[in-house]
């Protein structure tokens, strides 16, 4: 009952300091420092926790937010309580959480509409509603540490996204045991799609009439084959349109039966349709 209760309590926290950031959108958490887009304080060892982010931060290629791993020479080793809440825009696609990063806490990056998280091996502990986004999925988590701490309800919201760990870490033991990640799966994280630090990859977003449609993967690098595959009834014979976010210029698009498609991706987010042909 006390863990019940606790855990209520912090989400009744996170739901009351989401209300006022909503009330007042100016509001920004105290910070000593302030480099670029990023406010942060100093602790002891001279390292530097993220207090807040800009929310008018222009992002760069693919709409990936890199989060610096230095601050003015300050090594980022954690990103503090509610410090990319509401503040990391509609337009990004995926966060990545640099090496040297050993804490996330409590409602950190609530209510983005990001659809893929990537975790340092450094890491060992994230917060309470961490990664909650109600207003879509997040598809991929690649998390490269074997001992991170999870709080429950991390990844509240998470109904069937695809985590990639070391295999026997505790990110594996977190899905198998937690219920409300019964449709998610894990893999050995060698099997991660692209998107590691290294590089940048871009986003396929898929609109759909009438059918389930899968992309793999659904992040790529430029010049990677994405395939993808469309379930639909009897007598679906499906139009797959593939079309660059910059510029809205196609992609060319390969049918290879049986309702799989594929093409190879450019330097651009992608927007797939698929629609219903004759």
Excluded at 90 to 108: D, F, L, Q, R
Excluded at 216 to 227: I, K, Q, S, W
Aim: charged share 15%.
């Amino acid at each position: 009952m006390k863990k019940l209760t606790a855990l209520l309590m912090t989400a009744v926290l996170c739901l009351s300091l989401t209300l006022t950031a909503f009330a007042d959108e100016t509001m920004t958490l105290e910070a000593s420092y302030v480099s670029g887009d990023y406010g942060y304080n100093l602790n002891g060892d001279g390292s530097a926790s993220i207090v807040w982010f800009n929310k008018n931060h222009t992002y760069g290629g693919g709409d990936i937010l890199y989060i610096p791993n230095v601050l003015d020479g300050h090594p980022v080793t954690s990103l503090l309580d509610r410090s990319f809440s509401y503040d990391i825009g509609n337009k990004i696609t995926a966060i990545v959480v640099p090496e040297g990063v050993t804490a996330i806490g409590e409602c950190a990056f609530q209510g983005g509409q990001y659809h893929a998280v990537y975790l340092p091996s450094t890491l060992s502990s994230v917060g309470v509603n961490a990664f909650n986004q109600p207003k879509t999925q997040i598809r991929t988590v690649v998390c490269a540490s074997a001992n991170v701490t999870l709080a429950e309800n991390t990844f509240r919201n998470c109904t069937k996204t695809a985590f990639y760990g070391p295999v026997a870490s505790t990110l594996q033991t977190y899905v198998a045991e937690n219920g409300y990640l019964e449709n998610c799966t894990f893999s050995d994280i060698a099997n991660a799609p692209g998107g590691e630090t290294e590089g940048t990859a871009y986003l396929i977003e898929i609109d759909v009439i009438g059918a389930a449609v899968t992309a793999t993967p659904d992040l790529a690098r430029a010049g990677e084959t994405v395939t993808i595959t469309v379930s639909a009834d009897a007598g679906y014979n499906p139009n797959v349109l593939a079309v660059e976010a910059d510029g809205r210029a196609r992609a060319e698009v390969t049918s290879l039966g049986n309702g799989t498609f594929s093409f190879v991706m450019p330097a651009s987010n992608m927007f797939v349709y698929v629609s219903k042909g004759n």
